[in-house]
């Protein structure tokens, strides 16, 4: 039987848990062993009781449970505890599936590699319709653009509705959303219920009419160069489309009473598309919220996991919102996982077929060595630098 064990997450920050209790009950309906270890969950409001009750079996030491495991699934990329590294204590050929930062911090992923852990990381899933129930960037992404429109709409000093009363008709607060990925579609569609008026801009013209269809109108900026690759991801745009983007969005940002900005390439530091200069011509009172902060940041001013003031204007720069939803981002989170350990798990043991799109996707580490193409490259630049 194939033993299954959730840590508790060691980044203080990190309220999220890998499983729930729901989903531990159907990994021990089909036939596997769950342990979790003690306080696991508390962060996200899941007790041991509750874990007990599906059926998982608790572990009150860190290292015991991760030396148990067959199949050790987390959130965070593994960090150190009691001044040890955890994936020091797995045992060799044990499987790890977490998000790993793989392209940020290769040299984990080497070190996996060294360590002979097979490691899936949570990044690494495809984008396609086969592997959208286990696409943990989305499911993670639609929450952190619920909650930058929230933030947005709760560190104005004015109203998001269009409100009439007796006192008085108060206009609509605009909304401008740069980035209409998962995170940004769910931004417009949250400040779109909270009442405000919404505008968006994507460098990859084909999201425009997802963008209509949550209810915001969409900036048409004509652009010559290719801006996605075959996996619809956004490509690097160059110097001068950038410029050409900035001078059309100068415009826009100046009427906005909110910029939430969400724009990422992957791998890649993320786009610089709010100038200082920008931010100096928006009205007083204004806010952006950058969720791009944590790689390198969409606005000039951006301080990550910091909020900063600039003549009159609030640039807010949040790290890991969906940890602040911990209760929902770790249910849609375990389901990603047991989407995704269902598909690995054939005959009692992961089928390493990397004959599949997903299984050679996702797989960065087998027996030994670094598998991901993408992540040699990133080794390689390290080694060259
Ligand atoms: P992301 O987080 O990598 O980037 C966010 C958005 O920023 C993207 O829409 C991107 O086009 C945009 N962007 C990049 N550079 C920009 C710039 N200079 N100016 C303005 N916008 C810029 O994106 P994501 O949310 O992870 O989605 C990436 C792609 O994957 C999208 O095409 C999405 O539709 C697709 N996707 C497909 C599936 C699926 O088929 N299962 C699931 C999720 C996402």
Request: charged fraction near 20%; proline fraction near 4%; include cysteine.
């Amino acid at each position: 039987m194939l033993k299954i064990a959730v840590p508790k997450e060691s980044d203080l920050g990190e309220l999220r848990v890998a499983l729930v209790p729901d989903i531990v009950a159907r990994f021990i309906k089909l036939g596997f062993e769950v342990l979790v270890q003690s306080g696991a969950g508390q962060g996200a409001h899941f007790t041991d009781s509750a874990y007990e009750a599906a059926g998982a079996t608790i572990v009150n030491s860190a290292k015991e449970l991760w030396e148990s495991a067959d199949i050790l699934l987390k959130v965070a990329p593994p960090g150190e505890q009691e001044g040890e590294e955890e994936m020091n204590w797995l045992k060799t050929g044990a499987t790890l599936i977490s998000f790993l930062n793989p392209l940020g911090n290769p040299e984990q992923v080497q070190a996996l590699a060294q360590r002979k852990i097979n490691a899936f990381s949570m990044e690494m899933i495809p984008r396609t319709s086969r592997a959208q129930s286990m696409d943990a960037l989305s499911s993670q992404a639609n929450i952190a653009g619920y909650k930058a429109a929230l933030i947005a709409s709760a560190s104005l000093p004015r109203l998001f509705p269009m409100m009439t009363t007796a006192a008085g008709t108060i206009p609509p607060a605009k909304v401008l959303v740069i980035g209409a990925g998962v995170a940004g579609l769910q931004a417009i569609a949250t400040a779109r219920r909270l009442g405000a008026v919404v505008e968006a801009f994507d460098v990859r013209p084909a999201v425009k009419e997802e963008v209509q269809s949550v209810g915001a109108k969409f900036i048409e900026i004509p652009i010559e160069e290719d801006t996605a690759t075959s996996q619809g991801y956004a490509k690097e745009v160059g110097q001068s489309t950038q410029e050409k983007i900035r001078q059309v969005l100068t415009e826009h940002i100046k009427k906005s009473d909110v910029v939430i900005t969400t724009a990422q390439v992957q791998g890649k530091r993320a786009p610089l598309i709010v100038t200082e200069e920008m931010v100096g011509e928006m009205s007083s009172g204004a806010v952006i919220v950058d969720l791009a902060a944590g790689q390198g940041g969409n606005c000039a001013c951006t301080e990550a996991g910091k909020d900063v003031y600039y003549n009159g204007v609030t640039i807010i720069g949040p790290l890991n919102l969906p940890s602040t939803l911990p209760v929902d981002s770790s249910k849609v989170y375990a389901k990603n996982l047991l989407t995704l350990v269902k598909y690995l798990v054939k005959d009692g043991a992961i089928d390493f077929n990397f004959e599949d799109d997903i299984v050679s996707g996702t797989c960065v580490t087998y027996e030994g060595e670094v598998r991901n193409e993408r992540v040699k490259k990133a080794l390689a630049t390290l080694v060259q630098a």
